[in-house]
């Protein structure tokens, strides 16, 4: 069965950098589009990011522009999203998700039918 399990998450200073990493298992990863959202307490859930199957290509939200770099290994079935220069305001819970639509590799959630159960960042 699919599976996305995240890790990486942890509390940071403002200012510091983490990665986030996502294991894929029970589908043809290579062929999904893969995507990072997170949501806050009292907020709705926002995409992040997102890459094609390939890796050739990537969007991000306004954001997090310059500053989050979203990247996939296909040989290890492994998403990453590194974080740069946090904001107190990064703070939620991420969730990776796939996409089966490889050509349809937006940052709208309703296109994502896969979720991992999250891992959370806290920047102070």
């Known amino acids: 069965h699919v599976q996305l399990v995240e890790s990486g998450g942890a509390s940071v200073r403002s200012g510091e950098s983490l990665e986030l990493s996502c294991q894929a298992s029970g589908f043809t990863y290579a062929t999904y589009c893969m995507g990072w959202f997170r949501q806050a307490p009292g907020q709705k859930r926002e995409a992040v990011a997102a890459i094609s199957p390939g890796g050739g290509s990537s969007i991000y939200t306004d954001p997090v522009q310059g500053r989050f770099t979203i990247t996939r290994d296909n040989s290890k079935d492994t998403l990453y999203l590194r974080m740069d220069s946090l904001k107190l305001e990064d703070t939620a819970m991420y969730y990776c998700?796939?996409?089966?639509?490889?050509?349809?590799?937006?940052?709208?959630?309703?296109?994502?039918?896969?979720w991992g159960q999250g891992t959370q960042v806290t920047v102070s």
């Open positions: 998700a796939a996409n089966p639509l490889g050509g349809r590799c937006f940052l709208n959630d309703r296109f994502f039918d896969h």
